[in-house]
């Protein structure tokens, strides 16, 4: 018996569940979007807003959203949606695995003539494999298909799922520099981060695997990554998150981004027929 099927899940969406000896997944072929994780005997890993909108042209709220080809705002046209177009375009399914591990693994393509409908970018492959096993892996996979040399920025914007963020800490940024997207200042981390208020930070030359350690649940989630020399860590706080129409008031107090990045300084330039992976492995330690 196969360990993913397929079904029409919330907003109607083509959904894959994926149920295997390691874990249970969901992922939206909406934006290849992974919205949850649950290890076998773990609580789930992921969070989604309860009032998150499952509908095209708006992102899901949660889980892990795939900013891709620009992080933010677009660099010279405002009237681009943040964080790119991956997350709220389809991306069709081209393989489904069970693996000989008993790991199960999804594969995902975006339409480079859809995406050429909304924004001028080259020929392109653009690739999302999903690999469901003791720990989950998600790999963006890019390769420049124009004849010129070719610049982008992304993130998998992963969202985690936290017993309340006042007890939670991250661990491994500590001495890293980091942009303070709040102020615009540049700062340097001193030990682990702690959360009391808005934090969002985009950590530089941060190439290495961090600790979210739980201490109300008593939980650690590692998080650990290839194709990716930038961290961002976000949590809302109260103000922003009452801001958000698809973000319930007090949420932010059970949630905490964690992204593997190519954002800020952390551009990725492709020349003709090269290509890169960003890609997070995240596992309960
Ligand atoms: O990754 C952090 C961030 O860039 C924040 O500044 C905030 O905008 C967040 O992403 C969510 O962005 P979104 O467009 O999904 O509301």
Redesign the pocket.
Known sequence: MSTYRFIDGEGDLPFAKIENQFATAEISFYGAHVTSFIPQGEKPVLWVSRQSMYQYGK?I?GGI?VCWPW??AHPSDRNQP??GYARIMAWPLVEALDLPDGATQLSFELSPEALKQRVAVPDFQAKMTVTVGRELEVKLYIRNLGPEAWSYTG?L?TYFNVSDIRKVSVCGLDGAAYRD?LTGEDKVQQGDITFAGEV?RIYRDTTGACDIVDAGWNRTIRVAKRGSAST?V?N?WIEKSQK?SDFGDDEYLGML?V?TANAGNDVRRLAPGADAELTTIIGIA
């Open positions: 992102a709220r959203p992080f933010g943040s964080h993130a914007h997207s969002d961002v976000w809302p958000m981004c992204e």
